[in-house]
């Protein structure tokens, strides 16, 4: 057995927000987001939380098809993406705490994520 894995895309401010979906239960929809939350003026932290169908949401943007896992790999997909740095704190107020380094969000961590998933052939 194996579950769809999805980049999806939510309405947000200044950028629209991205996370990784697992369908677990394709007879609803339902699933698990991994993400991280908050912002680059305080920082972000990794989320691992219970998804409900994505299209239902109304900040709903879109969903693309990643690959799958297969069951008995689902479990590493949350020891993967734990371990993966969420972006840091990286203003104070409108000066940039790290002018040299680019800035890193939601959209760079689910991308570093998915590399990493694919590395570790979890994602296929």
């Not at 998804?51 to 969903?63: A, L, N, T």
């Not at 993406?81 to 969000?105: A, V």
Request: hydrophobic content about 30%; glycine content about 10%; proline content about 6%.
């Amino acid at each position: 057995m194996s579950y769809q894995v999805f980049l999806v895309e939510y309405l947000g401010v200044p950028l629209n927000h991205h996370a990784i979906f697992v369908e677990t239960t394709p007879e609803n929809g339902t699933g698990y987001i991994f993400q991280v939350i908050g912002n680059i003026q305080n920082g972000m932290e990794y989320e691992n939380k219970v998804g409900y169908r994505p299209e239902e949401s109304q900040s709903f943007v879109s969903k693309s098809f990643l690959g799958s896992v297969d069951a008995v790999n689902y479990g590493r997909i949350g020891e993967i993406c734990s371990s993966i740095p969420p972006p840091k704190k990286q203003f104070q107020g409108s000066r940039r705490l790290y002018p040299g380094e680019p800035l890193r969000r939601c959209h760079e961590w689910t991308q570093d994520a998915i590399a990493e998933l694919s590395n570790a052939g979890v994602l296929q």
